[in-house]
């Protein structure tokens, strides 16, 4: 199958209800997804329903740019280092932004507490953060700017602990499709596993 750069967004247009050309039928399609909502690898997913590796990861990359095609230009950073991740917290969900370059060394300073956590808030630029995370060694704090509640803070700190953990099972992501793995965090953490399965088939279904 032949699939779209990875900012194309919507696959071409399909013979059948989600794939054009698809190298696997339709329920195998469903199970893929199934896997992938739910945060199955690649591996673990070509073993369980007796696929290639290769196809399985195809798919997997199909499934995340129909996901990810409305996110917009500015929320699609390319970290140069290890991604650094800021979090926002709303009445509904955990939103989740690449911290960009610039701005970087200010963050993990924050994470590491070199830096008092409050300086970081009143930095150029700098975006209103609830929280920063770095998913490769764990590092998570809340910051002094952040006006949520205590209950609130736990939310934030279950969002992190349950996308730290599905990033982390990914591993070798492209630092150019991070922010695609990025957002199908944010949304299995705002939709379960269920919702996200139904999103992503709805995204390939309405892709022109």
Same mark, same amino acid.
């Given at each position: 199958?032949?699939?779209?750069?990875?900012?194309?967004?919507?696959?071409?247009?399909?013979?059948?209800?989600?794939? !054009?050309?698809?190298?696997? *039928? %339709? +329920?195998?399609?469903? #199970? /893929?997804?199934?896997?992938?909502? &739910?945060?199955?690898?690649? =591996?673990?997913?070509?073993?369980?329903?007796?696929?290639?590796?290769?196809?399985?990861?195809?798919?997997?990359?199909?499934?995340?740019?129909?996901?990810?095609?409305?996110?917009?230009?500015?929320?699609?950073?390319?970290?140069?280092?290890?991604?650094?991740?800021?979090?926002?917290?709303?009445?509904?969900?955990?939103? !989740?932004?690449?911290?960009? *370059? %610039? +701005?970087?060394?200010? #963050? /993990?300073?924050?994470?590491?507490? &070199?830096?008092?956590?409050? =300086?970081?808030?009143?930095?150029?630029?700098?975006?209103?953060?609830?929280?920063?995370?770095?998913?490769?060694?764990?590092?998570?704090?809340?910051?002094?700017?952040?006006?949520?509640?205590?209950?609130?803070?736990?939310?934030?700190?279950?969002?992190?602990?349950?996308?730290?953990?599905?990033?982390?099972?990914?591993?070798?992501?492209?630092?150019?499709?991070?922010?695609?793995?990025?957002?199908?965090?944010?949304?299995?953490?705002?939709?379960?596993?269920?919702?996200?399965?139904?999103?992503?088939?709805?995204?390939?279904?309405?892709?022109?």
């Amino acid at each position: 199958m032949k699939l779209p750069p990875a900012h194309a967004g919507c696959p071409p247009r399909r013979k059948n209800r989600y794939a !054009l050309n698809a190298k696997v *039928d %339709e +329920l195998q399609l469903l #199970a /893929l997804a199934d896997a992938m909502a &739910g945060g199955a690898t690649a =591996s673990d997913a070509a073993r369980s329903l007796d696929l290639n590796r290769n196809t399985v990861n195809r798919y997997y990359q199909l499934f995340r740019q129909a996901l990810a095609q409305d996110v917009p230009a500015a929320h699609r950073t390319v970290p140069s280092d290890a991604p650094i991740i800021g979090l926002f917290l709303t009445s509904t969900a955990t939103h !989740l932004r690449i911290v960009p *370059d %610039e +701005l970087r060394d200010t #963050a /993990l300073r924050a994470l590491r507490g &070199g830096l008092d956590a409050g =300086s970081a808030c009143l930095a150029p630029g700098w975006p209103d953060y609830d929280a920063l995370g770095q998913p490769s060694t764990g590092l998570f704090q809340i910051l002094p700017c952040c006006l949520v509640s205590a209950a609130g803070q736990q939310r934030l700190k279950a969002s992190w602990s349950n996308i730290r953990a599905r990033l982390c099972q990914f591993r070798g992501i492209p630092r150019r499709n991070y922010w695609q793995h990025l957002h199908v965090c944010e949304l299995f953490d705002a939709l379960g596993q269920d919702k996200l399965r139904h999103r992503l088939l709805q995204a390939l279904e309405t892709c022109d």
